[in-house]
């Protein structure tokens, strides 16, 4: 064989092994990168998934830090900072004062037998300029009533019990003095406990007022000692309604923070359908509402989700109606949550609760119709909640309704029941607003006297009756016990 013949093939040959070592190498460069690159790639979506993690937690703690009266249990007052909502299109902003079409309310004039004092006043001149004699049209007369206070409205008065001494043997008489009253009159002691549960004012607002414009003086221990002989004598009427809750059939329960002394109390109010009770206890436990209530309650608990009111209603025949407002409030904040699939979950179950509210509305306002609706609007709701995303708020929820959904929709079979508690939270607000102003109390005396005259003007209030003249009757029954109670 000719060797110049192979030199060529040998050449391609060389050539070729050199390529596919190239190629090895090449492959191998390529390998190790690829397993780099995989490495890098698993290290970044590591990463990623934990700024995604840290991305939701921090979209939840803002939202929590926005927490507001809608999507919270926070109070309305909270809300102070909120920006005003948008007008509606076309809407512009009312201006101050009467509206247009408003009907005008005009007060009726005083008869003159409501008068005190009357003024007349006539012409300078009883002779007209031109010589004639002036006559009187009194169906002309221009006429202003005014109300105002005398100049002394305080009336000092003095009960002297006279002493007389027998003749003969010496013995010694005397007439009775007053009954329960001191220094403070029955209705001025009755202005200051007004003043004090309805207007929020202050022992030291009140020994102000009294000095400013009564023009007496008086000291704060003297309005703390008139507060005490307030409070006595409403012990009766308060005992008496404490007992009548034991029989209502429908009950608004809430509760709320108290300070007595720099330690924790606590406020729960119970509304009945035409009365309320307050009671400061140390704790919120349920054992406060098995000493209110008793063991044998066998009526409907309107209230919240908080544990105590489930360990209470185990060992009774009562049945709740748990609030549907707080359940909106947490339904409204998992509508901000990052996560799409519970932001989905709380928007279809508001609109199921949106349009089982809208039937419910229209019952009230036409009970003979048919409930039917209104049960197939409840049952929507409740396979709505029930459908509920793996994300443990989503679930917790789901549960919630899933153990007291019954709980939830009571109002729906209980035509005197409230599907919410605003009546109590309306109710509890008065005192929230007292506790700012007033900074609690500092002794059990103080305890007493404050959930005595809340139930006082929160019962006024819900019957439409005067807190001042209910206090002045209690006063004057408590000073004379043969008087009729109030």
Not at 277 to 296: M, N, W, Y
Not at 370 to 393: F, N, S
Request: with cysteine; hydrophobic share 35%.
């Amino acid at each position: 064989m000719d060797e110049t013949a192979t030199l060529p093939t040998l050449e391609v040959f060389t050539a070729l092994l050199a390529r596919v070592d190239a190629l090895e190498r090449e492959v191998a460069r390529l390998q190790a990168e690829n397993v780099a690159l995989r490495a890098e790639n698993e290290l970044l979506r590591a990463e990623n998934e934990a700024l995604k993690a840290e991305v939701n937690r921090l979209t939840l703690e803002l939202a929590a830090a926005r927490k507001n009266s809608r999507n919270s249990s926070k109070p309305p007052s909270s809300d102070i900072v909120k920006p005003k909502p948008p007008l509606p299109e076309g809407q512009t902003k009312r201006r101050i004062g009467g509206q247009p079409g408003h009907a005008p309310h005009f007060r009726q004039p005083f008869t003159p037998e409501q008068l005190d004092e009357s003024h007349v006043f006539d012409p300078p001149s009883m002779t007209c300029s031109c010589g004639g004699r002036l006559e009187a049209c009194p169906s002309e007369d221009l006429v202003q009533q005014q109300i105002d206070l005398p100049e002394q409205p305080v009336i000092r008065r003095e009960y002297r019990a006279r002493a007389y001494r027998c003749s003969s043997c010496g013995a010694r008489r005397r007439g009775k003095l007053p009954r329960r009253e001191g220094y403070v009159g029955n209705r001025l002691a009755a202005v200051w406990g007004f003043l004090n549960a309805k207007a929020h004012a202050s022992h030291t607002v009140i020994a102000d007022f009294t000095k400013d414009v009564l023009g007496e003086p008086v000291s704060r221990g003297q309005i703390a000692k008139t507060f005490g002989r307030v409070s006595d004598a409403l012990k009766a009427s308060y005992q008496e309604a404490l007992e009548c809750l034991r029989g209502e059939p429908v009950l608004h329960i809430d509760e709320t923070g108290h300070r007595e002394g720099g330690k924790r109390y606590w406020t729960r109010v119970f509304r009945g359908g035409d009365f309320t009770v307050f009671h400061i206890d140390k704790t919120r436990s349920a054992a406060v509402l098995e000493s209110i209530l008793g063991p044998g309650f066998k009526g409907v608990i309107i209230c919240d989700y908080y544990s105590s009111y489930h360990k209470y209603l185990k060992g009774v025949d009562a049945r709740a109606q748990f609030c549907l407002a707080h359940l909106i409030r947490d339904l409204r904040f998992l509508e901000g949550h990052p996560n799409p699939e519970v932001k989905h979950y709380a928007e279809h179950s508001l609109e199921a609760m949106r349009r089982m509210f809208e039937v419910h509305h229209r019952l009230r306002e036409n009970p003979e119709h048919d409930r039917k609706e209104l049960v197939l609007a409840g049952e929507k709701l409740r396979k709505a909640m029930l459908e509920a995303p793996a994300e443990p708020k989503a679930q917790n929820l789901a549960k919630r309704f899933r153990d007291n959904g019954d709980s939830y929709l009571r109002f729906i079979t209980h035509l005197n029941v409230e599907p919410t508690n605003n009546n109590g939270e309306q109710s509890i607000r008065h005192v929230v607003i007292d506790r700012a102003s007033s900074q609690g109390t500092r002794s059990p005396l103080g305890r007493d006297y404050k959930a005595r005259i809340w139930s006082a003007i929160a019962t006024c209030a819900q019957r439409g009756t005067s807190a001042f003249h209910h206090l002045h009757n209690a006063l004057k029954t408590y000073a004379n016990p043969s008087a009729s109670p109030p």
